[in-house]
């Protein structure tokens, strides 16, 4: 079989680098080269990438043998329908290793068509390391990296504003653009750069806070096979990715203009505030991962599909999400409904195997950042417990003890908070065990035995749990609700 490339394949067009995008790994090649794809071909985009190593290792090497060129499969389940789409991306131009060669990745600042840096360098990306030196080439930090290149930007343009650039970041934090840009400010001040470069930053720079969300596998590696067997190229570098993609992007009238979005058919949202859009997510899509987990392993699933499949936990999960969660965000009710029915769209589908102890990891934290807000914000809308998401609660709390009639549990979290909690377990009584665990601020950031009625409720499930297994003991928690 021949090699993927240009010559071999005939995708010989050139584009020009319009985008600097930091980082080669799975999720950006499936969600913004996908994107970036087709703006070229249904939108006469006309954007080249150049892909910046942002680690010592990486893919870069691969992605050069290859021109740049992969393909993605894309599968999943859009409104009851299967759906498999297949597409050979060729938006990349070339890839570059700042670690081999510095001075090709500055020099791709004096690029004259330049408009946009993209990233995901995941969480641990975007932070500040004061050992980064400006003429310490090659830069370790991704943020020293940007600065580098946006001050070489600024010199040979001569703080030109036109050349100013519009950045995007996709790293999964809160105010992303916000704070790569207090970063590089720092940088600069650490640097002592001039002070016409800190107002270019400023002035001639857009920073645009995002939130992504599609899920990618990656490099289908246990079916390989399979995949290379629906190309006519050898591809060291498929990537599989479900169909559903949303991006949320604070921007304006003069972002659209500078992407034309509107003429691709994808779920990209340009808007003024992206909090809302981030608490929906967090709230359906985290919470209903987080608070399905511990419930769903007591009572015998394995992965997320199983549990949504099956009647009685698939019911339970649709309505913590319609009924209880939704009902305490501040967006249209189509809206959350929309998006609700897209998450379950997600967890039915059959081409993702995603493991419920894969998801455990965690679980108080993530309790307390995804599940707890909408327990509270229920109880203090309607004046009462949400059913649902307090047997969820009772069902972590018997999670952590670490087994279920007989078998080890998934417990998955710091070893400190494993240790206190199976010791809150040797007392004597679910009274003593609850108050102690919901007591403890360290866990929730606030004393749980306060909110009005549910230690008791709490209680009444630890003892149905117990003594009812989880699918009967909802049904007696839920008459006496």
């Not at 549910?454 to 149905?464: C, H, N, P, R």
Request: proline share 4%; glycine share 6%.
């Amino acid at each position: 079989m021949k090699k993927l490339n240009r010559k071999n394949t005939g995708f010989d067009q050139k584009l020009p680098i319009k985008v600097v995008q930091f980082g080669e790994g799975n999720f950006l090649r499936a969600f913004v080269d996908y994107i970036i794809d087709k703006l070229n071909a249904e939108a006469d985009f006309n954007a080249g990438v150049a892909v910046v190593q942002p680690l010592a290792g990486g893919l870069v090497d691969k992605l050069n043998e290859q021109d740049g060129l992969y393909n993605l499969f894309m599968k999943g389940v859009k409104k009851g329908q299967q759906i498999e789409e297949k597409r050979t991306i060729t938006c990349i131009q070339k890839g570059i290793n700042p670690y081999k060669d510095y001075q090709e990745f500055l020099n791709l600042a004096k690029e004259p068509e330049l408009s946009f840096i993209i990233s995901n360098t995941t969480e641990a990306g975007i932070a500040y390391d004061e050992n980064d030196k400006l003429k310490a080439y090659p830069h370790k930090s991704f943020p020293a990296k940007v600065t580098a290149l946006l001050y070489e930007r600024f010199k040979h343009f001569n703080g030109e504003r036109k050349k100013g650039l519009t950045i995007i970041p996709c790293e999964l934090i809160n105010y992303n653009a916000d704070t790569l840009k207090s970063i590089i400010l720092k940088f600069a001040d650490l640097w002592n750069l001039d002070e016409e470069f800190v107002q270019w930053i400023g002035q001639a720079n857009d920073f645009h806070n995002t939130l992504v969300d599609r899920i990618v596998p990656g490099y289908p590696k246990d079916d390989i096979e399979s995949y290379q067997s629906q190309l006519q190229y050898e591809d060291q570098l498929i990537v599989s990715a479900e169909v559903f993609l949303l991006w949320v992007i604070e921007g304006d009238e003069k972002l659209k203009q500078k992407i034309p979005f509107d003429k691709i058919d994808e779920n990209i949202q340009v808007v003024k505030d992206m909090q809302p859009y981030r608490t929906r997510k967090v709230r359906i899509l985290n919470g209903a991962h987080t608070a399905m987990v511990p419930f769903s392993l007591l009572y015998g699933n394995e992965t997320v599909k199983e549990t949504i499949d099956d009647e009685f936990t698939g019911e339970f999960v649709q309505k913590a999400v319609f009924n209880e969660i939704n009902p305490t965000l501040d967006l249209s009710e189509e809206e959350l409904k929309s998006f609700a029915d897209e998450v379950f769209d997600r967890f039915r589908n059959p081409f993702i195997k995603h493991q419920l102890a894969s998801i455990a990891l965690n679980s108080i934290s993530k309790f307390k950042v995804r599940v707890l807000p909408s327990l509270l914000a229920y109880q203090k809308k309607f004046d009462k417990l949400p059913v649902h998401l307090t047997f969820a609660l009772a069902c972590l709390l018997r999670f952590y003890k670490g087994e279920w009639r007989g078998k080890a549990l998934p417990v998955n979290d710091d070893q400190e908070v494993v240790n206190e909690i199976k010791k809150i377990w040797e007392l004597n009584s679910y009274k003593e065990i609850v108050e102690e665990i919901l007591g403890n601020e360290s866990f929730w950031g606030e004393d749980l035995t306060k909110v009005p009625g549910l230690k008791e409720k709490t209680i009444q499930a630890l003892d149905l749990i117990e003594l009812k297994g989880v699918e009967e003991a909802f049904r007696k928690f839920q008459e006496t609700a």
